[in-house]
């Protein structure tokens, strides 16, 4: 097995492997939680310390150790970058990026995936003067605040909604 592939495969132990599924997950680098967890029935904290801390020198359990936390840490940068794809297009949405060329709002562009983040809210009712559309828009000064390019948002600048009448 060449070092690419070092940890990729789950353990044949069923033990050492839930030992490592926990050791990098719900007990973080708590050793001897993970230990515990991983169904080992030790007599005493003590011992739940140091018989987790063996376990930690076994090569096939750091290796996979190192590989749940290089595949947890691809699914974080993952996460990072679509949350601040997401409030991007919040924090530059205008309402021009939701209308048809006659000025109307477009609800195929509402609904379109690029777009659709901004969107807080969009109704559609029938009045005496034809179709009335409204949008909200989410607010794009917290976006802003949260990618930390503003200071904290005025309350004055939150909930934007556009009202056209068709």
Known sequence: MNELEAGSQP?????????????????RRNAAAAYVSAGYKPKSPDIAASASERLLRNVDIQNRIEYLNN???????????????????????????????YGRIDPAKVADP?????????TQEDTESGLKIKIK??????????????DK?????QNNVFIIET
């Not at 699914?75 to 205008?94: G, P």
């Not at 828009?137 to 503003?150: H, V, Y």
């Open 11 to 27: 353990l044949q132990n069923t033990r050492w492997e839930a030992f490592c599924i926990a050791y990098t997950g719900g007990f």
């Open 71 to 101: 595949e947890a840490l691809k699914i974080e940068r993952l996460h990072a970058r679509d949350a601040v794809s997401r409030l991007a297009t919040i924090a530059t949405a205008k309402l021009s990026d939701y209308m048809d060329e």
């Open 114 to 122: 690029n777009l659709s983040a901004a969107v807080l809210e969009m």
């Open 137 to 150: 828009l989410k607010d794009d000064m917290r976006a802003l605040e949260l990618l930390g390019l503003t």
């Open 153 to 157: 948002a005025n309350e004055a600048t």
